[in-house]
Nanobody, 128 residues
């Protein structure tokens, strides 16, 4: 089972990008998925997460109101619509999945170490 992230690229400040992450493999299932990012010289940080059962979403304060996470559990795909991009959004974006049997509680969706499966990352560069 693998996660494949795509959609990154170079965009000017104020622009938009849509990231996608698709899971492959016949046995894949998840309780939800998340997006994290890592800027050069910085630690990986939480961006957004979605729980399939309740369609609950959670966002980092830095992206709330600008980014939207969505997805299709049946298609094992999650998206991150990024609007009003800023230079400080420049980073490698990673998708991650919360897979059975353990399930991350809602209050801990921002904790990267609790996710079981990670994609390879896609680079987003926002120019000023």
């Amino acid at each position: 089972v693998q996660l494949q992230a795509s959609g990154g690229g170079l965009v000017q400040a104020g622009g938009s990008l849509r990231l996608s992450c698709a899971a492959s493999g016949p046995t894949f299932s998840s309780y939800g998925m998340g997006w994290f990012r890592q800027a050069p010289g910085k630690e990986r940080e939480f961006v957004a997460a979605i729980r399939w059962s309740s369609t609950s979403t959670k966002y980092a304060d830095s992206v709330n109101g600008r980014f939207t996470i969505s997805g299709d559990n049946a298609k094992n795909t999650v998206y991150l619509q990024m609007n009003s991009l800023k230079p400080e959004d420049t980073a490698v974006y990673y998708c991650a999945a919360d897979t059975p049997p353990s399930r991350i509680i809602l209050s801990a969706l921002s904790v990267d170490t609790l996710y079981d499966l990670w994609g390879q990352g896609t680079l987003v560069t926002v120019s000023s």
